[in-house]
């Protein structure tokens, strides 16, 4: 498994102690984070990691933004 995806496992279980509180704007701050250190470090994504990373906004905006914009909140 990936460090990326080991990661995520992680945060899954524990997101207070690795990114603060169960956020998505703190989670896209880790993952931010976490590609840059790993470009910085000359370590390259894995073809999953590069999906992920290319998937991952649309998935929030689709399954999360569309629907609290539907209720009218933001």
């Known amino acids: 498994m990936s460090k990326l995806f080991e ?3 992680k945060i899954k279980t524990k997101p207070g ?4 509180r169960a956020s998505v704007s703190e989670l896209f701050h880790f ?25 991952f906004q649309p998935w929030v905006q689709k399954n999360i933004m569309c629907p609290l914009l539907i209720l009218g909140q933001r």
């Open 31 to 55: 993952l931010v984070g976490f590609k840059t250190a790993l470009r910085e470090l000359g370590v390259e994504a894995t073809k999953e990691e590069i999906d992920f990373y290319r998937e």
């Open 7 to 9: 990661s995520l496992q």
């Open 17 to 20: 102690m690795y990114i603060g």
